[in-house]
């Protein structure tokens, strides 16, 4: 029974051609970066001066490119490469985690941590003249866009090795332009900020060292799981 189950299901497939389901988790799973993308980029452009939330909807596209992701275990395959389920739930699990972070992002640089609210103008500010999120040293997304190509692995279906693996951009860590940004940084922001009187502040929004330590933490940590993530999928072509 099971045997005559999959022949109809691969007859139909091939009578009526629709986006399998190992198509759709990855586009949903690509299209949940974009997302991640676009709200990193409206963050750290200081002329974009509200916060809009948009974790939830990357959430809500990883759930989709999850759930597609069980369901392409199971579809035929017939002459296609097998699906990569075990590096698809490890990329996945990482991508909560980035979801996750962004979330804490917007949290901690809208006034009040509310949607659609004014971002808080130390913070807004700190991304205008600061390096870290400007210039050469804003490397989140450029290295979001790097391992984003990587993705592509998951829509590759043929034996041959992914070609993008051989390019020699994708090993990329961006991590000499991070250093430079941090000691630039270090030299002319951090004695500013050491030399804010606390007290001061309306509020922890306010507080310009409070604010600088959450952004700064979550901004290390999502470079933390873009480099996981490049590792794994590199890892897995070697």
Not at 21 to 44: F, M, P, T
Not at 90 to 98: A, D, F, K, L, N
Not at 212 to 220: E, I, R, T, Y
Request: one cysteine or more; a negative charge.
């Amino acid at each position: 029974m099971n045997c005559v189950a999959v022949l109809l299901t691969t007859l139909v497939n091939l009578v009526i051609p629709a986006d399998s389901a190992s198509k759709q988790a990855y586009q949903a799973l690509d299209d949940c970066w974009g997302v991640i993308r676009s709200a990193l980029q409206e963050l750290y452009d200081p002329n974009v001066k509200k916060v809009t939330f948009r974790a939830d909807q990357a959430r809500d596209l990883l759930t989709k490119a999850q759930s597609m992701g069980h369901e392409a275990d199971f579809e035929p395959r017939l002459w296609k490469m097998p699906w990569q389920s075990n590096l698809f739930d490890r990329v996945v699990e990482e991508t909560h985690h980035m979801v996750a972070t962004l979330s804490a992002i917007e949290t901690s640089m809208a006034e009040g941590g509310a949607d659609g609210a004014e971002k808080c103008e130390p913070v807004r500010l700190l991304t205008q003249r600061s390096t870290l999120f400007n210039k050469g040293g804003n490397t989140i997304n450029k290295k979001l866009d790097v391992v984003r190509r990587l993705l592509g692995i998951f829509a590759h279906e043929t034996t041959q090795k992914f070609p993008v693996l051989s390019e020699p951009d994708v090993f990329h860590t961006f991590r000499d332009e991070e250093l430079l940004a941090e000691q630039d940084f270090i030299k002319n922001e951090l004695p500013q900020l050491f030399g804010k009187d606390a007290s001061l502040a309306k509020s922890v929004c306010h507080d310009q060292m409070a604010h600088m330590s959450m952004v700064l933490a979550n901004v290390s940590r999502m470079k933390l799981l873009l480099r996981k993530v490049q590792h794994v999928i590199l890892q897995s072509g070697s």
